[in-house]
């Protein structure tokens, strides 16, 4: 039922957007060539589907992603638990990371088609820069926050090191550190495809600019759709694991 109804949400969401979309067409007086209707759009998606080019592009898009994702998820969410223990190192380490933070990832893919070439890489590290510090700063910020009382507990029953990080700081501070995969899923796939439409021969990123080369507005729009609608559901995934842990450990 609860299921029903998200999904009753999402398309009533949808239709007010489409609603909206042939509005601002029939006002504006926008042809076809300048804002595709709906229409047009809608038959550019199952052109798409039906020539198999929206999931060779998307198989691709996605494998970079979780490349990148992952690579930068994993040692940020180590780093994060082992700088959060050790808050004067941190404090050295932090404004390191304010600087480098706010630069786009976009911005270093002169250095990064130098240094990786063109192909898989230069995307894959793009969205490496733009996971890991959202998951750096929110795993830290979780372990730093973790009550006192839980490593107390954790000196008497001799719970040391290893065994302690997995056993008591990681669960401690994993809704802080989930909070940072979520956003590290909005800011990787939002790079991921501004990678893609600056070198990249595949991908969605790609699909887009060579429609806009091509002057094909429909599939350009068409394009954006399946990027939002797979960002949409990169995001639940996301939260499906997140309820998923939290269950495991009684946190829900």
């Known amino acids: 039922?609860?299921?029903?109804?998200?999904?009753?949400?999402?398309?009533?969401?949808?239709?007010?957007?489409?609603?909206?979309?042939?509005i601002v067409i029939w006002i504006g007086g926008y042809p076809?060539?300048?804002?595709?209707?709906?229409?047009?759009?809608?038959?550019a998606i199952i052109a798409l589907i039906?020539?198999?080019?929206?999931?060779?592009?998307?198989?691709?898009?996605?494998?970079?992603?979780?490349?990148?994702?992952?690579?930068?998820?994993?040692p940020a969410i180590i780093l994060g638990m082992i700088l959060g223990r050790l808050p004067k190192v941190w404090q050295v380490f932090d404004p390191i990371v304010q600087v480098l933070r706010p630069v786009s990832p976009v911005a270093w893919s002169?250095?990064?088609?130098?240094?990786?070439?063109?192909?898989?890489?230069?995307?894959?590290?793009?969205?490496?820069?733009?996971?890991f510090f959202p998951?750096?700063?929110t795993t830290v910020t979780g372990v730093s926050k973790i009550d006192r009382s839980f490593l107390k507990i954790?000196?008497?029953?001799?719970?040391?090191?290893?065994?302690?990080?997995?056993?008591?700081?990681f669960p401690a501070a994993f809704p802080s550190i989930v909070s940072g995969l979520?956003?590290?899923?909005?800011?990787?796939?939002?790079?991921?495809?501004?990678g893609e439409m600056v070198g990249a021969q595949s991908g969605l990123g790609f699909l887009i600019v060579d429609a806009r080369n091509t002057l094909n507005l429909d599939y350009v729009l068409a394009g954006i759709i399946f990027?939002?609608?797979?960002?949409?559901?990169?995001?639940?995934?996301?939260?499906?694991?997140?309820?998923?842990?939290?269950?495991?450990?009684?946190?829900?």
Do not use: C
């Open 1 to 22: 039922m609860k299921l029903g109804n998200k999904l009753l949400n999402f398309l009533i969401g949808m239709v007010i957007l489409v609603i909206i979309w042939q």
């Open 110 to 131: 002169p250095f990064i088609v130098l240094w990786f070439g063109i192909g898989n890489m230069p995307a894959i590290v793009i969205i490496f820069i733009a996971a």
């Open 182 to 194: 979520r956003l590290a899923v909005g800011t990787g796939w939002i790079f991921l495809v501004a």
């Open 50 to 74: 039906v020539e198999g080019t929206l999931f060779e592009h998307l198989q691709v898009s996605l494998g970079r992603f979780l490349a990148g994702y992952f690579l930068a998820a994993i």
């Open 154 to 169: 954790a000196e008497n029953l001799e719970i040391r090191n290893l065994k302690l990080m997995v056993t008591f700081i």
């Open 135 to 137: 998951v750096l700063l």
């Open 227 to 252: 990027i939002g609608v797979s960002g949409f559901l990169l995001d639940r995934l996301i939260g499906l694991f997140e309820g998923w842990v939290g269950k495991h450990w009684g946190m829900t």
């Open 32 to 43: 076809e060539a300048l804002l595709p209707s709906p229409l047009s759009v809608g038959k």
